[in-house]
Structures are given as C-alpha cells and as structure tokens.
C-alpha cells in the first residue's frame, strides 16, 4: 500500500528504479576495467582541461586576426577563424555606440551592411554583451590586438565550460563516468572545437548554454521536477537568444524529454500543478536568491525572445528576416553573403531557363561528399578559402574508423536504447544531424553550391556522438567471439592510437598550417620557422 502512496505522490519513481536497473547493465558498457578506473581519476579530466587552455591561449595568439573597425570596413582578408571578421565588427559597432542608445538600432547606413543584416538579427546580445569590456579597452587606447585576443580568450572560457557541461549531460544521460570523461576529452582535442572556443564568436557561449538546456532536460527524463524543466526552458531560452539557429533543437529536446516523461509517469508525472506550486514556494523560503536570479533570468530571456523573435515572425516571418526585407535590394549587395548567395541562385536559375545541360542530381555521391566535408572539417582546420587536401592516408585511416564505428552504432543500437535518457540522447543527436543534412540538401538544389558545409555545425551534439559511438564499440568488441578479438586487438589498438593522434587538434593545425597567412607576426617571430613554414618562403 505505502508503495502505490509513494508512486502517487512521486510520479516516475518506480519506473525511474526499472530506468536505473537498465543503467546499471549498460554499465558493463563502460571502458575496460583498468582503463575505466585510469578515466575516472579526477586528475585525468583536470589535466585534460588544462592542456585544452594551454593549446587554447596558445591558438587565440598566433592565428592571425582580421582588421576591422565597426564602421562597414569587414575584409576577410587576414583572418583565419570562420566569420570571425564579422563577428568582430558587429562588437566594434556595438561599442562605438552611446550606452544610452542600448541594443535597439533603428537604422544604419549601406557601408555597415558588410557586417551583415544588424537591424533585426536575433543573435545580437552576445555582440552588445562583449561591447562593455571593448567599450572600456577603446577609451583606455589600447591596442587592436589586445582586444582581439581579449575577445578569444573570454570565449576560451566558454569553451571550457561547455567541456564541464558535456561531461555532466553525458552522466545525466545515463552514460558511465569513463565514457562521460573519454568523450569530453576527445571533444576538448577534437580541432574544430578547440579552434572555434579560440576564436571570436557567438558559437561557445551559445553552445555551451545549448549543452547546458539538454543536461537539464536529461535530469527531468530520470527524475522529474518542475523546477528541472524550467531550468531547461530557461536556459533553453537564453541558448536561442545566442544563437537562434537552436530554436528548433532546443523545442525537440525539451519536447521529447516531456513526451517520455508522460508516458512512462503519465500527464501528472509532468503537469502536477499541486506539487510544482509546492516546489515553487520551498524555493523562495530556502533558496531565495537563487529562486529570484532565476526568474529573473526567464523575464529578461522572455523579453527579448518577444522583441527580436516574436516581432520577426509576425512582421517579417521569419526569426532571421532576409537583408531585403529591410533594405534595397543594392544596399544589400553590399553584405557579402547575400551578394554570394543572389549570384548562385541567379546563375542557376538563368543556366536552367536558358536549357543549359543540368548535372543529374545524384543523393548517394552529395551524401558521400557531405559526409566527408563534414568530417574532415571537424577535425581539420579548413575555412572556404582553403585548397589544401588532407594527406590520404590520414584521410583513409579516419574514414576506416568512422566506417568501423557507423557500422557498430547500426549493428548495436537496439542493446544501447534500453533506457529513455539514452533514447532521448539518441534521438536529440539524430534529428540535429538530419536536420543540418536536409538544409545543406537544400541549399545545394536552390544554390547549387556546397555552402555551410562545414563541421563546425554539429559540435552542439557531438559529446553524444562520441559517448554513443565508444559505447557502441565496446558492446560491438564484447560481442566479437574471444579468438577473433586476440587477433585483431593489436591493429585495431594501433589504427586508434594514429588517428588519436593525426586528428587530435595540434597535429591537425601544424600539419597544414605551413604559411604564414595563418600567423600572426608575433607568432611567426616566436614560433620555430619548421613549424609554421615561414622559412619556407622566406
């Protein structure tokens, strides 16, 4: 009897006991025993954290930086990072302005539209946040590099926090601490990560605060509170204001979280008025401050959702309005995007009126090269205007290993989906990555370019690609017969072990970074001239 009062009471407990009984075989997951207990010694991920800023500091001063001022002068010329130049200028333009005149901008002139559409763009906040400090560094006349750096760095802090976040969403989710400390580690080396978390941009904050949504919708899925999900909603709010390509991401994972909740509790498990009103009043007489800070943060996070978001969709339909929907068509050839963007479409529309021969679209070989793009572009540092190619070797040694784990993912996920956090984890990842794919495929048939390809988009769910893929392997390995895996552990532990290393994010950078466009001239006076292949052109 007590134990129905209980179920009634707590929606989900007893099916959260039946989730954890589940976890705890999926624990046989976890890395080998020796190994396992090597990952969860706290000195291996601070040792990890460490190395990543050090490498991180180390970026964000050599990589040479674009010279901009905020007043429409946007080349991408001189930087390496991707859309760093514009990133950049939009602060420069923020800060230039009176603190009095805040975030709301009623007109610019057409020079300014080299940093892009700024009237109704719905990721400002991070551009007027950096401001103040770049406010302060500009009256001070401090140099221009000092506030580049300063910029990298502070999203160098970014960076490391979404690391710490990563580890406890994958923990959340479900997954053992070995696999949780192994995958964070490999994203914290995996390049494109640790580049973007070095350089100027929206990306690491947003991210982070991405991450940081789903970590708490995962802790909703196994025990459910109202104040769990609306942490998610919050932060979920301000991960869009970052960034608001996450508005559909952030309603998915939060939708789903809700939707296994009530199945397995029922509609009270998620919408019990009594105990959340319960929940609310305990919050404010213990925890005052923290109840307060929150909802504050939900009221200011609502209040610009509504002015830039709400207003966009109802004035322009869309939450990104196109720049000529605000300004002339000429006044937006000067916003580089857009002039790149209305010359393909335009090239292709005239080359299909004028009956030019049209290349069959082919779904297998895009996907192949969209698969490939993708990769390699995580790992390497590739922006558009690179020619270089990764060496094949390097290239077949990676595509073995993501062949190997495709392969043990697909053979192995009906054992891996024994529990609804895993289930959530899984699908969150899975419509990220079909929905970055469905974009891409249709901007190649309305561009026919291959535009926005690029890794860097699928960093938001890559712990839990890497936590789904080591877990896979392993249950993949343990299934293998005893003979086979006393033959095969040598090559397979090599194989690993070379593209550990030829894709950890060192490696990668100084390997094809051999010119000193990429530096900056301190580096190139610091750095040895065999690594960044200055004396080569000397």
Same mark, same amino acid.
Request: net charge positive.
């Given at each position: 009897?007590?134990?129905?009062?209980?179920?009634?009471?707590?929606?989900?407990?007893?099916?959260?006991?039946?989730?954890?009984?589940?976890?705890?075989?999926?624990?046989?997951?976890?890395?080998?025993?020796?190994?396992?207990?090597?990952?969860?010694?706290?000195?291996?991920?601070?040792?990890?954290?460490?190395?990543?800023?050090?490498?991180?500091?180390?970026?964000?001063?050599?990589?040479?930086?674009?010279?901009?001022?905020?007043?429409?002068?946007?080349?991408?010329?001189?930087?390496?990072?991707?859309?760093?130049?514009?990133?950049?200028?939009?602060?420069?333009?923020?800060?230039?302005?009176?603190?009095?005149?805040?975030?709301?901008?009623?007109?610019?002139?057409?020079?300014?539209?080299?940093?892009?559409?700024?009237?109704?763009?719905?990721?400002?906040?991070?551009?007027?946040?950096?401001?103040?400090?770049?406010?302060?560094?500009?009256?001070?006349?401090?140099?221009?590099?000092?506030?580049?750096?300063?910029?990298?760095?502070?999203?160098?802090?970014?960076?490391?926090?979404?690391?710490?976040?990563?580890?406890?969403?994958?923990?959340?989710?479900?997954?053992?601490?070995?696999?949780?400390?192994?995958?964070?580690?490999?994203?914290?080396?995996?390049?494109?990560?640790?580049?973007?978390?070095?350089?100027?941009?929206?990306?690491?904050?947003?991210?982070?605060?991405?991450?940081?949504?789903?970590?708490?919708?995962?802790?909703?899925?196994?025990?459910?509170?109202?104040?769990?999900?609306?942490?998610?909603?919050?932060?979920?709010?301000?991960?869009i204001i970052g960034k608001y390509t996450f508005v559909p991401f952030v309603v998915v994972a939060i939708v789903v979280a809700v939707?296994?909740?009530?199945?397995?509790?029922?509609?009270?498990?998620?919408?019990?008025?009594?105990?959340?009103?319960?929940?609310?009043?305990?919050?404010?007489?213990?925890?005052?401050?923290?109840? =307060? /800070?929150?909802?504050? *943060?939900? %009221?200011?996070? +609502? $209040?610009? !959702?509504?002015?830039?978001?709400?207003?966009?969709? #109802?004035?322009?339909?869309?939450?990104?309005?196109?720049?000529?929907?605000?300004?002339?068509?000429?006044?937006?050839?000067?916003?580089?995007?857009?002039?790149?963007?209305?010359?393909?479409?335009?090239?292709?529309?005239?080359?299909?009126?004028?009956?030019?021969?049209?290349?069959?679209?082919?779904?297998?070989?895009?996907?192949?090269?969209?698969?490939?793009?993708?990769?390699?572009?995580?790992?390497?540092?590739?922006?558009?205007?690179?020619?270089?190619?990764?060496?094949?070797? =390097? /290239?077949?040694?990676? *595509?073995? %290993?993501?062949? +190997? $784990?495709? !392969?043990?993912?697909?053979?192995?996920?009906?054992? #891996?989906?024994?529990?609804?956090?895993?289930?959530?984890?899984?699908?969150?990842?899975?419509?990220?990555?079909?929905?970055?794919?469905?974009?891409?495929?249709?901007?190649?048939?309305?561009?026919?370019?291959?535009?926005?390809?690029?890794?860097?988009?699928?960093?938001?769910?890559?712990?839990?690609?890497?936590?789904?893929?080591?877990?896979?392997?392993?249950?993949?390995?343990?299934?293998?017969?005893?003979?086979?895996?006393?033959?095969?552990?040598?090559?397979?532990?090599?194989? =690993?072990?070379?593209?550990?290393?030829?894709?950890?994010?060192?490696?990668?950078?100084?390997?094809?970074?051999?010119?000193?466009?990429?530096?900056?001239?301190?580096?190139?006076?610091?750095?040895?001239?065999?690594?960044?292949?200055?004396?080569?052109?000397?």
């Amino acid at each position: 009897m007590s134990g129905r009062t209980v179920d009634a009471t707590r929606p989900g407990r007893s099916a959260e006991r039946g989730d954890r009984t589940i976890v705890t075989r999926l624990r046989s997951f976890a890395a080998p025993s020796h190994w396992g207990v090597l990952l969860t010694h706290p000195w291996v991920f601070r040792t990890a954290m460490i190395v990543f800023v050090v490498f991180g500091v180390l970026f964000a001063v050599i990589l040479r930086y674009p010279i901009v001022d905020g007043n429409g002068t946007v080349p991408y010329v001189g930087t390496i990072a991707p859309d760093e130049h514009r990133h950049i200028a939009n602060i420069l333009f923020y800060a230039h302005r009176s603190i009095t005149s805040g975030p709301i901008i009623d007109s610019v002139p057409t020079r300014d539209l080299a940093m892009g559409e700024v009237l109704r763009f719905p990721s400002y906040f991070y551009y007027y946040v950096m401001s103040f400090p770049v406010k302060v560094m500009i009256n001070e006349a401090l140099p221009y590099s000092w506030i580049v750096v300063f910029l990298r760095l502070v999203n160098l802090v970014a960076g490391l926090l979404g690391l710490v976040v990563a580890r406890r969403l994958l923990k959340a989710t479900g997954f053992s601490e070995s696999i949780a400390v192994l995958a964070v580690v490999l994203l914290a080396f995996t390049g494109r990560y640790m580049w973007q978390s070095a350089a100027v941009s929206y990306d690491p904050a947003a991210m982070t605060l991405f991450l940081l949504c789903l970590y708490f919708c995962a802790r909703f899925i196994h025990a459910p509170s109202p104040a769990t999900l609306a942490k998610a909603v919050v932060v979920g709010g301000w991960a869009i204001i970052g960034k608001y390509t996450f508005v559909p991401f952030v309603v998915v994972a939060i939708v789903v979280a809700v939707v296994m909740v009530a199945q397995r509790d029922g509609l009270r498990g998620v919408v019990d008025v009594r105990h959340a009103l319960s929940s609310f009043r305990d919050g404010v007489r213990r925890r005052t401050a923290g109840t =307060v /800070a929150w909802m504050l *943060a939900f %009221v200011v996070a +609502a $209040a610009i !959702i509504v002015e830039r978001f709400g207003v966009n969709l #109802i004035v322009y339909r869309q939450f990104n309005p196109d720049c000529d929907k605000l300004h002339t068509h000429q006044q937006c050839l000067t916003f580089d995007i857009y002039t790149r963007n209305y010359n393909a479409e335009r090239n292709h529309d005239l080359a299909v009126l004028s009956g030019a021969p049209q290349t069959p679209f082919d779904l297998l070989e895009f996907a192949g090269r969209w698969c490939t793009t993708y990769f390699q572009s995580i790992f390497f540092y590739r922006d558009r205007n690179s020619t270089w190619a990764v060496q094949p070797v =390097v /290239a077949l040694l990676g *595509a073995l %290993v993501f062949v +190997a $784990a495709c !392969i043990a993912v697909l053979l192995t996920l009906r054992s #891996i989906l024994r529990t609804r956090g895993f289930v959530w984890g899984v699908a969150v990842a899975g419509v990220y990555v079909a929905a970055m794919f469905v974009f891409n495929l249709q901007t190649f048939l309305r561009l026919d370019n291959d535009f926005a390809f690029s890794g860097r988009y699928l960093l938001p769910v890559l712990p839990l690609i890497y936590a789904i893929a080591i877990v896979a392997a392993l249950a993949f390995w343990r299934s293998l017969p005893s003979g086979w895996r006393r033959v095969v552990v040598v090559p397979v532990v090599v194989v =690993v072990l070379v593209v550990l290393v030829l894709y950890s994010a060192p490696v990668a950078f100084f390997t094809y970074a051999r010119d000193p466009s990429w530096y900056t001239d301190t580096a190139l006076r610091l750095l040895p001239h065999w690594l960044t292949g200055a004396g080569s052109n000397a």
